[in-house]
């Protein structure tokens, strides 16, 4: 990740960064906010919450003390008040793993990444597997905690394209609990949109499994499941927690990631994630 000119870390690939080490997701959310852009990421020399649009881009490197909406406009982009919030948790928060996404999918990569919190909810694992190999962060009602997110602005086509690499989601309408540094998200905004899991959370004895490593994902699920898996792939039960060793054949085995989702629900290792009272969103906007 780029700030303030320095060398890019990305150089240009495919959606490689999980396909390669799916062990290594959700690699690193960006902890400041600032404009992704295909060469970089230029941070923020503060927000203005009244419009966001007036928001200054940090000195050094080419846009350098202007603000966003003059910079969006000289690069023919959609302006703010055309884009659509998305709260983003897992990859989609690393500025590296947006960029491919958006450059896979044939969207410019240029868009405002600003940091908010979510009241009353905490982060878990989803009770499934990723195409990818992996097991996603995903959002749970947890009252009473708060849940630092990021919230990229995205045009139509951009919102569209990272919401199709999803499976089995639901995207919701998070206004209502939704600040953003400090200020609450409002309406005339745009309605905050949040992917939320079809398949419930990951759970032991009832409780969600809060999120961190792979690994303890993988320890987490029911000695059933890594009895399967072991079964299925032909590596040992203690390897079946070692994310190296099995995410490439999860990755590989789509009947089996069917099993794993479908023997965590049907042995209460799944939960749902308690978000089902915040209204769908309708439809995508259509890309453009």
Same mark, same amino acid.
């Given at each position: 990740?780029?700030?303030?000119?320095?060398?890019?870390?990305?150089?240009?690939?495919?959606?490689?960064?999980?396909?390669?080490?799916?062990?290594?997701?959700?690699?690193?959310?960006?902890?400041?906010?600032?404009?992704?852009?295909?060469?970089?990421?230029?941070?923020?020399?503060?927000?203005?919450?009244?419009?966001?649009?007036?928001?200054?881009?940090?000195?050094?490197?080419?846009?350098?003390?202007?603000?966003?909406?003059?910079?969006?406009?000289?690069?023919?982009?959609?302006?703010?008040?055309?884009?659509?919030?998305?709260?983003?948790?897992?990859?989609?928060?690393?500025?590296?793993?947006?960029?491919?996404?958006?450059?896979?999918?044939?969207?410019?990569?240029?868009?405002?990444?600003?940091?908010?919190?979510? #009241? =009353?909810?905490?982060?878990? &694992?989803? !009770?499934?597997?990723?195409? %990818?190999?992996?097991? @996603?962060?995903? *959002? $749970?009602?947890?009252?009473?905690?708060?849940?630092?997110?990021?919230?990229?602005?995205?045009?139509?086509?951009?919102?569209?394209?990272?919401?199709?690499?999803?499976?089995?989601?639901?995207?919701?309408?998070?206004?209502?609990?939704?600040?953003?540094?400090?200020?609450?998200?409002?309406?005339?905004?745009?309605?905050?949109?949040?992917?939320?899991?079809?398949?419930?959370?990951?759970?032991? #004895? =009832?409780?969600?499994?809060? &999120?961190? !490593?792979?690994?303890?994902? %993988?320890?987490?699920? @029911?000695?059933? *499941? $890594?009895?399967?898996?072991?079964?299925?792939?032909?590596?040992?039960?203690?390897?079946?927690?070692?994310?190296?060793?099995?995410?490439?054949?999860?990755?590989?085995?789509?009947?089996?990631?069917?099993?794993?989702?479908?023997?965590?629900?049907?042995?209460?290792?799944?939960?749902?994630?308690?978000?089902?009272?915040?209204?769908?969103?309708?439809?995508?906007?259509?890309?453009?």
């Amino acid at each position: 990740m780029t700030v303030h000119g320095q060398a890019p870390l990305w150089k240009g690939r495919g959606m490689t960064l999980l396909e390669d080490s799916p062990w290594n997701y959700p690699g690193r959310a960006t902890t400041v906010p600032g404009l992704l852009t295909r060469d970089g990421f230029r941070t923020f020399a503060g927000i203005d919450t009244d419009d966001v649009a007036r928001t200054r881009l940090s000195q050094g490197g080419p846009f350098g003390g202007r603000t966003l909406a003059d910079v969006l406009a000289e690069q023919r982009r959609t302006p703010v008040t055309g884009r659509f919030p998305l709260v983003l948790v897992g990859a989609d928060a690393d500025p590296d793993r947006l960029r491919e996404k958006l450059v896979a999918a044939g969207r410019e990569p240029v868009v405002p990444m600003l940091l908010g919190v979510l #009241d =009353g909810c905490a982060s878990a &694992f989803v !009770a499934g597997v990723h195409p %990818l190999g992996y097991v @996603p962060e995903a *959002v $749970r009602r947890a009252p009473g905690e708060r849940l630092g997110v990021v919230v990229a602005l995205l045009s139509r086509g951009q919102l569209a394209a990272v919401v199709a690499t999803k499976v089995r989601v639901t995207v919701r309408d998070a206004t209502g609990m939704l600040t953003v540094h400090g200020a609450p998200w409002q309406d005339r905004r745009g309605a905050a949109r949040l992917y939320d899991t079809d398949a419930g959370v990951l759970a032991r #004895d =009832g409780v969600p499994v809060g &999120f961190g !490593a792979q690994s303890d994902a %993988l320890a987490a699920w @029911p000695v059933e *499941v $890594r009895e399967l898996v072991s079964r299925e792939t032909g590596l040992g039960l203690h390897q079946v927690t070692v994310p190296r060793s099995v995410m490439p054949r999860l990755a590989a085995d789509p009947a089996l990631r069917f099993q794993v989702r479908v023997l965590l629900r049907d042995l209460g290792a799944s939960v749902p994630s308690g978000l089902d009272d915040l209204r769908p969103t309708v439809g995508l906007p259509v890309s453009s």
